[in-house]
Every structure is written in C-alpha cells, then in structure tokens.
C-alpha cells in the first residue's frame, strides 16, 4: 500500500522569502506524485506532478518541487511567497497496483505568509 | 479552460434521508472518482468509476452509497440513509485515460451537512 506523510501541520513564512512545504512517500513501485492546492472554501486545484525525468517539477503560480528517490521525498517549493499563496497544501500519490490509480492524499500542511 | 462541477456547493439534510450529490466531469473524461474530506481532516478516496462500472471502492464506501452515470455528463453520488458521521465535504474527480501521468482534476465540492 502507498502512502505519503506530510510531518507539518503548518509552516509560516515570511512574505518574499522562500517557503518549503514537506512530504515524504512510500510506494511499491515507480512513484506519480503530486501537490494539490486547496484555498478556503474551495475544491483542490492541481499545481504540479512528478511521473518521469527531471527530478525539478515546475508547476502552477510559480511552484515547483524536487523529486527524490534516496529520501523518498516530493518537497514543494517557491522562492519568494506571496500572502495570496496562504492556503491548504496536500501532497498525493499515485496508486497503480489497482489499475484504476486512486490518489492517496496526505494530511495537508497549512501554509500561512505573513505580510 | 474545461473544469468538474458540482451541485449542490451545501447541502443540509436531516438524518435517515437520502441525498443525491451531482457532478459533471469534463467532457471527454472516461474515468470519475469521489472523495470526501471530513473537516479537519485528509482528503478520503470513496470510489472510481470507469466503462459504467465501480472500479474500485474503498471501505468508507459500504451499502449505503451507490453511484450512477445517468447520462453522458452526470456522474451522481447517493447515501441511501445519512448518518451524521456522513458530514463531510464531498468532492467528485476525473480524468481522461488511464496512464500513469495522467492527472485527477477536481470539482469545487458539496458540503454536506447531516442533522
């Protein structure tokens, strides 16, 4: 069975400065991993995926996160936040042993930016 | 851009009722799933559903849901008798084939409330 763990509730950060958001995953196979947004009230929007290639994923309002194997990690990441990037940050992977490759969600990581 | 809808955003019901929760994937999607988020906690995987069928289910998903693909754009969840641990917020996915990369997109929810 897969999983992933996201170790932090939240993280805080300071607007303009670079901001980390922590995941780590467990899988049989060859992972497909991703990183959902969700804003208050809202649905979960897609920000990026890591399925082959390049370990550096960029995705979505200026994200990207690094693949890696030897720590079985999918951290996420921006260089610079911004108070609208304040939000519900899940981390997800991909199921394949089914065939019909449901999405495992973690616990989500609540990112605050302080203005 | 095409997006995944839901009707109704909220949902109030009293216990022992049935309720309906309606979803319209994107067009060309052959594969649609269910999930729900209880408040505070991680996104759930229910259901997927492919070629008119249930794929795969997990064991939140016992007797009293079904799901149904009525016509060529609706895809419907139905809890026969809600119970109040069914509050939880509601969110219907779909995606277009079946390779590994390909990516869940996300309707905006259903938030139930069982009374």
């Known amino acids: 069975a897969q999983s992933v763990a996201q170790p932090e509730d939240q993280v805080n950060v300071a607007e303009g400065n670079p901001l980390t958001v922590k995941c780590t995953y467990s899988?049989?196979?060859?992972?497909?991993l991703f990183w959902y947004v969700q804003y208050p009230n809202r649905g979960l929007q897609f920000l990026l995926k890591?399925?082959?290639?390049?370990?550096l994923v960029k995705g979505s309002y200026g994200f990207e996160a690094e693949f890696n194997k030897s720590q079985t990690s999918f951290h996420l990441k921006k260089p610079s936040a911004l108070v609208s990037d304040s939000a519900l940050y899940f981390c997800?992977?991909?199921?394949?042993?089914?065939?019909?490759?449901?999405?495992?969600f973690g616990t989500g990581t609540k990112l605050q930016v302080i203005p | 851009e095409p997006e995944v809808t839901q009707t109704p955003s909220h949902q109030v019901t009293q216990m022992g009722q049935e309720v309906i929760l309606r979803c319209v994937p994107i067009?060309?999607?052959?594969?649609f799933y269910w999930y729900r988020q209880i408040l505070g906690q991680k996104v759930e995987f229910l259901v997927s559903?492919?070629?008119?069928?249930?794929?795969?289910k997990s064991e939140i998903f016992d007797d009293q849901f079904s799901v149904e693909r009525p016509d060529g754009s609706n895809f419907t969840l139905k809890i026969r008798s809600t119970k109040l641990e069914d509050s939880a917020m509601y969110f219907c996915?779909?995606?277009f084939g079946s390779g590994g990369g390909d990516t869940q997109y996300f309707g905006p929810g259903t938030r139930l409330t069982v009374l």
């Open positions: 996915a779909s995606r």
């Open positions: 899988v049989s196979g060859n992972p497909y």
């Open positions: 890591y399925i082959t290639g390049d370990n």
């Open positions: 997800a992977v991909r199921d394949i042993s089914g065939g019909y490759q449901k999405v495992t």
């Open positions: 067009s060309n999607h052959l594969y």
């Open positions: 559903f492919y070629n008119n069928e249930i794929s795969e």
